[in-house]
Nanobody, 126 residues
Framework: QVRLAESGGGLVQAGDSLRLSCAASRRTFSDHAMGWFRQAPGKEREFVAGINWSGKNTYYVDSVKGRFTISRDSAKNTMYLQMDSLKPEDTAVYYC???????????????????WGQGTQVTVSS
């Protein structure tokens, strides 16, 4: 059974930092690529960042490059999204996802992922 659980969301001010975590079942984490998506009210769910199974390859949407960092810790079966210099437009529900294959550009789209967490709310006030 594949299980993903996000945590770390909250309410912060513009310019603050926040770190999201995604705890995964061992089977999921060891051989899956992982990604973060977000969905703001009234908008489509969009890709934020992705990381391959080894952690050596990462991709980001242009709007977060230089501010967000995706990483994974195999010992803890956990993926992270460090978010710095947060902006009000980063407000959204953030979802983690797992992909059975690391295929570019598929892993930068929703269809590239088979498993999803329930999401965690991030709100950035101005």
């Amino acid at each position: 059974q594949v299980r993903l659980a996000e945590s770390g969301g909250g309410l912060v001010q513009a310019g603050d930092s926040l770190r999201l975590s995604c705890a995964a079942s061992r089977r999921t984490f060891s051989d899956h690529a992982m990604g973060w998506f977000r969905q703001a009210p009234g908008k489509e769910r969009e890709f934020v960042a992705g990381i391959n199974w080894s952690g050596k390859n990462t991709y980001y949407v242009d709007s977060v490059k230089g501010r967000f960092t995706i990483s994974r810790d195999s010992a803890k079966n956990t993926m992270y999204l460090q978010m710095d210099s947060l902006k009000p437009e980063d407000t959204a529900v953030y979802y983690c996802a797992a992909a059975e294959s690391w295929i570019i550009p598929s892993v930068m789209t929703r269809r590239g992922y088979e498993y999803w967490g329930q999401g965690t709310q991030v709100t950035v006030s101005s």
